[in-house]
């Protein structure tokens, strides 16, 4: 089995549950609502690696996502979860404090 090591940052959003369709995650993206490492990305088809850190602007929030992995396909909630670190309460700024 092939590892992968980078994947299109729509494509990852959707496996890792963050957006329900990849349609949603595309739309996202081009609104302007997603970071990597710390730059505004408008294209769906942005390449992500492991380690980039996402911080994606959601209706009920801001989280901060650490990539530590891509999957082949869409699978449950602990796998979507086994994709990331969740940064987003580590320093209590997402938080709002």
């Known amino acids: 089995m092939d590892v992968l090591e980078r994947q299109r940052l729509d ?4 496996h ?3 957006v329900r369709a ?4 595309a739309s996202l993206v081009e609104a302007g609502r997603v970071r990597v490492n710390g730059l505004r990305q ?7 690696r492991i380690a980039d850190v996402l911080t994606i602007r959601l209706d009920r929030g ?7 992995g ?3 396909r869409r699978g449950g909630p602990t796998v979507a979860r086994a994709l990331y670190d969740d940064l987003s309460n580590a320093s209590g700024e ?3 404090e």
């Not at 494509?11 to 959707?14: A, D, M, Q, R, V």
């Not at 990849?22 to 995650?25: G, P």
């Not at 408008?42 to 992500?48: A, E, F, I, R, Y």
């Open 70 to 72: 891509f999957a082949e």
């Open 22 to 25: 990849r349609t949603q995650a």
């Open 94 to 96: 997402a938080a709002g």
């Open 11 to 14: 494509k990852w959003l959707w």
């Open 62 to 68: 801001i989280r901060i996502l650490r990539i530590t």
């Open 42 to 48: 408008t294209s769906p088809g942005h390449p992500l």
């Open 16 to 18: 890792a549950r963050v």
